[in-house]
């Protein structure tokens, strides 16, 4: 089993738009990628500023997978084109697979 982590940076005094685009987000890709659960999180102490979408995978197979096909869908492309500009800080997205070992 793996883990699947992407977060960004909200603006400040933007956390509820956030997570509201977040659970948009966490909606669509869940229809668009049936049996794959995405979860919302945002920073408690440390990283308060930021939001998570969380998935947990198979493997990197079905990572993969999960990933192209949110990237081909049409409603994917035309939510993303449309995120509003002052939401997030530009270029603060991350990316982190995290693998089970016990």
């Known amino acids: 089993m793996i883990r699947f982590q992407r977060s960004r940076k909200f603006m400040p005094h933007h956390k509820d738009d956030a997570l509201r685009y977040a659970r948009q987000a966490s909606d669509l890709a869940n229809q668009i990628v049936p049996g794959v659960h995405f979860q919302i999180f945002s920073g408690r102490f440390d ?4 939001v998570y979408w969380v998935a947990d ?37 991350e990316e982190t697979v995290l693998e089970l070992v016990a």
């Not at 192209?68 to 002052?86: S, V, Y």
């Open 47 to 50: 990283t308060v500023e930021r």
């Open 57 to 93: 995978l198979e493997g990197f197979v079905a990572l993969e997978t999960t990933l192209e096909t949110l990237e081909k869908d049409q409603r994917w492309k035309e939510f993303i084109a449309k995120t509003p500009k002052n939401i997030f800080v530009d270029g603060s997205s």
